[in-house]
């Protein structure tokens, strides 16, 4: 972690323990060194947050490029090593920098659902196999619970599976990575659900 990170984090952890009463589980399940991928279910603008204050190590983010622009959060996201993600310029740009944070050994997270899933209804997308398969990193999934309901002061949780070994195949077809994502999201929802859900 970055001395800058680990502050924020730092707070973003007193605020999450005060206000929320956080807890994280499954921590052990996160490798502390090496190439990792984490992927989590995704329902509020809080989940990058508590994701990250939950892992024992810097989770890196790939941002939608407009949060850069808004004054004070831009320049706390660019400082917690989040890239900007040009999403009319298509995936090609995505896959690039995500591969060479893995390349360095780092830990990139994804929401597998693409955006916030509010309904529970959005289809799930292949980014965290194909980076897999790729890169040849594991994949821990990992799920939060109350950051829905943040507002009203639920108790936000977040818990961390075992991680998924998929098999390093640059030439990985449509049904392998269906298959794997399939796979990474039915663990996704079995954590969801072993910590109540939304």
Request: overall charge positive; charged content about 25%; aromatic content about 6%.
């Amino acid at each position: 972690m970055t001395p800058f990170y680990r502050v924020v984090r730092g707070i973003c952890k007193v605020v999450c323990l005060l206000v929320w009463r956080f807890r994280a589980i499954g921590v052990e399940n996160v490798p502390r060194t090496g190439p990792l991928i984490v992927a989590c279910n995704h329902v509020s603008y809080l989940d990058p947050v508590v994701l990250g204050v939950g892992a024992p190590r810097m989770i890196t983010y790939l941002a939608k490029k407009q949060l850069f622009d808004i004054p004070l959060l831009g320049p706390i996201i660019r400082g917690c090593g989040a890239y900007p993600l040009d999403r009319e310029a298509g995936g090609v740009a995505a896959v690039r920098v995500a591969l060479r944070v893995l390349k360095e050994g780092r830990c990139v997270g994804i929401f597998p659902e693409g955006t916030r899933n509010l309904s529970g209804s959005a289809a799930e997308k292949g980014g965290a196999a194909f980076l897999a398969a790729l890169s040849g990193a594991p994949v821990v999934p990992a799920a939060v619970a109350g950051t829905k309901a943040a507002k009203r002061l639920a108790q936000i949780r977040v818990a961390y599976g075992k991680p998924m070994t998929i098999v390093r195949n640059r030439k990985a077809d449509e049904d392998d990575l269906e298959k794997w994502t399939a796979e990474i999201m039915r663990r996704i929802r079995a954590l969801e659900e072993s910590i109540g859900g939304n």
